[in-house]
């Protein structure tokens, strides 16, 4: 090491000595700790059915503070939001225990400008465990991390009010909220803080987490394949509708995640209920057109690999070039040979296999069979062009008729390309 900077905790190994100074305590209690407090009281805590109702219900609210408000509104601008609906998305947010929304969205803005490199603070290239919470749990050194432009952020009141007051959001909106509504509402007071409160948000916030993790590791890649995140119906279903997440880090600022109407989204749906209460406006959507190029394109790179691992033939441009008399001669002197379109075929092994008989095949030896094979005799399949692609072993000098092969059927791309 060149300077005297102190190395950071985290870049000295865990011991049995030193592991207590690797954990960042505040989020471990808040994400491992409580929730684990919370397990083992549930056994003792009867579930009541108005209360279990109410947890599930303060689920899918805090859930979309974090979906709807964290991340779709304040990390990637994909709509604009009334003051009411911010106040209660900063609530709701703040209900489901995951940091404030300005800490929450810088990381998130570096996790899509750094995906899968060092500077992302959760890379699931450091793990699954890691990009799941382990990058909470262990202390990380600053320096280290990816930096981003959180300038909108800074000036946005309601997200001033809620990270200057963070601790108040988590007391008031994670526990003494849902605690007090089964409380008040039918007597549940310990329910409520154990279902309602830490229970729900553990859920929460693990389901949050599988956004980080799974989503870059379990599912499909329709759009791009060159970094981690997956589509996946199951990430989908345990977070609100975030896990199409191929499609979210191709086109973070839409307001969708998941593009079909079948698709599960309830966070799309809110935002659109949103709009027609005038409490949402200036949606964003990529073009349809958009999104089909980088599916088409994904597709074209799947097919060019699937096409890289056949036999197409030795490339034309790999190929000797030879005299029309010296094809004549090979053939004379007993070589199988047809020419066909100016590229010279050695038959030998399939004489016996030509499905046309041994007779036509051998009359077509030492001569140019073009217009026979292109359907003079037979109009071969593109299964046969494909064959006799294989058996290709030379191109006579100023042999023209390969442009025959160009203007068959006017299949431009899929016969020119194979005679590259
Ligand atoms: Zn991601
Ligand atoms: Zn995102």
Request: a positive charge; hydrophobic letters at 40%; one cysteine or more.
């Amino acid at each position: 090491m060149t300077t005297n900077r102190k190395p950071h905790i985290s870049e000295q190994p865990i011991t049995l000595g030193n592991w207590h100074h690797h954990v960042n305590w505040i989020n471990t209690t808040l994400i491992v700790i409580v929730p684990i407090l919370g397990c083992v009281a549930a056994p003792f805590t009867t579930l009541r059915l108005a209360t279990a109702v109410w947890a599930i219900l303060y689920y899918f609210w805090t859930g979309l503070g974090i979906t709807a408000g964290y991340h779709r509104l304040w990390s990637h601008r994909c709509y604009e939001a009334t003051l009411p609906l911010k106040i209660f998305l900063a609530c709701a947010g703040g209900g489901a225990v995951q940091g404030s929304i300005r800490w929450w969205s810088s990381k998130h803005r570096a996790h899509h400008r750094w995906t899968d490199t060092v500077k992302d603070p959760y890379s699931v290239r450091k793990g699954i465990w890691y990009s799941h919470f382990m990058w909470m749990v262990l202390k990380q050194d600053p320096k280290s991390q990816g930096r981003t432009d959180i300038s909108d952020l800074n000036e946005d009141p309601v997200v001033v009010w809620q990270h200057r007051n963070y601790g108040l959001f988590i007391l008031v909106f994670g526990l003494l909220f849902p605690m007090s509504v089964a409380g008040l509402g039918w007597g549940d007071w310990m329910g409520g803080l154990v279902y309602a409160g830490i229970l729900r948000f553990l859920v929460v916030q693990q389901a949050t987490f599988c956004v980080n993790s799974l989503a870059h590791w379990l599912g499909e890649q329709p759009f791009d394949d060159r970094n981690s995140p997956r589509d996946h119906v199951v990430t989908a279903l345990v977070t609100l509708g975030e896990g199409y997440h191929n499609f979210h880090h191709e086109f973070p600022s839409d307001y969708r995640n998941a593009i079909e109407w079948w698709q599960y989204d309830p966070t799309k749906w809110s935002i659109w209920v949103w709009k027609q209460l005038g409490l949402a406006s200036n949606l964003k959507k990529f073009r349809a057109n958009e999104i089909e190029k980088g599916r088409v394109q994904q597709l074209q790179k799947k097919v060019d690999q699937k096409r890289a691992k056949l036999d197409w033939g030795t490339p034309l441009k790999q190929l000797p070039v030879v005299e029309w008399d010296d094809f004549l001669a090979d053939a004379a002197n007993g070589k199988a040979l047809v020419a066909i379109a100016g590229v010279v075929h050695d038959v030998t092994d399939f004489i016996k296999d030509h499905p046309g008989g041994k007779a036509l095949i051998s009359s077509a030896i030492g001569k140019d069979a073009t217009a026979s094979f292109n359907g003079g005799v037979y109009n071969h399949s593109n299964a046969a062009h494909n064959l006799l692609a294989t058996m290709r072993v030379a191109i006579i000098r100023g042999g023209g008729e390969v442009e025959i092969w160009r203007r068959r059927d006017g299949e431009k791309d899929m016969l020119v390309n194979q005679y590259r």
